[in-house]
């Protein structure tokens, strides 16, 4: 079992990309720690699971302090807690801009600065971006902007952690196939539409699947081991300047 021994924790672990992660952990043997905003979608999965919200620092500490006490010390960090608008400029609130920087990037900063002293020498952080972060996309002004901010703190905890031998990476995906394509409170028609813009500005015609995007977490947090600092896109081509 290729992760037997190994323990992570994923934020965001209950559904689409970082339920993909953590089926893939345990099926390879980890011993897993997931959070949500709540547990009940994580009822049968044979890992730890507690209710945490990443812009909630009282959550963020406790997280540390139940990652200590269930696992000790880690190997995987997988920082994927998302949360996403599809406001164009005009329309963007406070509250929605707020909400947009506090999960995104308060709460990524912040549950990486918090549980780095419990990844073990040569583990692993993984951060959640977006392709959203590399170029302009109408309605994700503030989305995009937060998660540039989370490449850059890829960058800084890397250069921060190397002394520790921890590497630190970033994914960038880009439309994949979840039920709300990660954006919240989207009416069915607009998803739909979502989804069709999607295809068909990627270059290879389609959405990625969670679980192509979870062989590029794993595969930065445990094969990759040259590797720190990197932006590892998967995102058919779109955010690469490619023309189809």
Do not use: C, W
């Not at 559904?15 to 994580?42: C, N, P, Q």
């Not at 963020?60 to 000790?72: C, F, I, P, S, Y």
């Not at 308060?106 to 583990?123: C, D, H, S, V």
């Amino acid at each position: 079992m290729k992760y037997l021994g190994k323990k992570a924790v994923v934020t965001g672990g209950t559904h689409g990309m970082g339920r993909a992660v953590v089926d893939k952990l345990i099926d390879g043997g980890a011993e897993v720690l997931l959070t949500g905003r709540s547990t009940e979608k994580a009822e049968g999965i044979k890992a730890h699971a507690i209710a945490s919200d990443a812009a909630n620092l009282d959550d963020v500490t406790a997280l540390k302090n139940e990652t200590q006490e269930r696992l000790g010390d880690i190997d995987l960090l997988f920082i994927n807690v998302g949360y996403a608008t599809l406001f164009e400029i005009p329309d963007v609130t406070e509250d929605d801009y707020d909400r947009t920087f506090d999960v995104n990037t308060k709460g990524a900063f912040f549950t990486a600065q918090r549980l780095a002293p419990l990844i073990k020498e040569g583990g692993s952080i993984v951060f959640t971006t977006s392709v959203a972060q590399t170029g302009g996309a109408v309605g994700m002004s503030a989305y995009s902007g937060a998660k540039a901010a989370v490449r850059s703190f890829g960058r800084s905890f890397a250069a921060e952690l190397a002394p520790r031998n921890i590497r630190v990476n970033v994914v960038s995906p880009g439309f994949i196939d979840t039920p709300s394509m990660g954006v919240t409170g989207l009416p069915e028609e607009t998803l739909q539409q979502f989804k069709e813009e999607g295809d068909r500005i990627t270059p290879l015609k389609r959405h990625g699947t969670a679980d192509e995007v979870a062989d590029a977490v794993l595969f930065l947090a445990f094969d990759a081991t040259f590797t720190t600092g990197a932006d590892l896109s998967v995102d058919g081509g779109l955010g690469q300047g490619i023309s189809a």
